[in-house]
């Protein structure tokens, strides 16, 4: 948990990087533990971006970072990918770890700048709102809620098998569940249920999909 002069260290240059840029830039800080997972983000500066306030879940970026956040290797800096709000705004973003004293990663402080009007101006602007991921097909999605997250994230996992699944083999539903759970989804609560409701499966076999994940990885 983030101690409270750090946060306050955070808000005041969060308010200092949003005044600079505008109200274009939100500024965020999503806290990396697992008691905050559904409400991670803990503050934000010109929300009217994306839409959100404090208290509310966190992207998929943030989900995935969270996910590996005890492997501290895993975790790492992200600059210049693209974003898409719930409104259809592109957002071009950057996301960088925040470590604490032992070197361990327990927050991360995002910039989402809307470039929607700058990405309209031609190809004389086209470099300042291109991402540096260049293999990204696609923004990520901003969701509003954990509970658009992991829609976001099973509609994700659908479209990596390629086919809907009421025409999915065994096989096609263990490529999905292990996307979900790479993704994080599994730290949302009841996401077990709604993933198994979906998939068609019970949660035995959810589990035991996850469990022979594992034993894959022990294996390697």
Partial sequence: ML??????????????VAAQFGSGCEVVVHELSEQSAEHSLVII???HVSGRKPGDGPSNVVLEQLRHSQNAEVVSDRFSYLT?????KLLKSSTVVLRDEAGEP????????DVSALSLAGSILNELAAPAETAQTEPEPIPNDVNELLDNLIERSV?????????????????????????????????G?????YFGISKYTLYSYLDNKQEDKNHD
Avoid: Q, Y
């Avoid at 327990?106 to 700048?113: S, T």
């Fill in 3 to 16: 101690k409270a002069h750090e946060l306050e260290m955070l808000r005041s240059i969060a308010k200092g």
């Fill in 45 to 47: 500066e010109n929300g």
């Fill in 159 to 191: 479209r990596l098998v390629g086919r809907p699944v009421d025409r999915m083999s065994k096989e096609d539903k263990v490529t999905a569940i292990r996307f979900l759970a790479d993704s994080g989804a599994m730290l949302i609560t009841k996401s």
């Fill in 84 to 88: 898409r709000t719930p409104g259809g």
């Fill in 193 to 197: 249920d709604r993933i198994s409701k």
């Fill in 106 to 113: 327990c927050a991360l402080f995002g910039v989402n700048f």
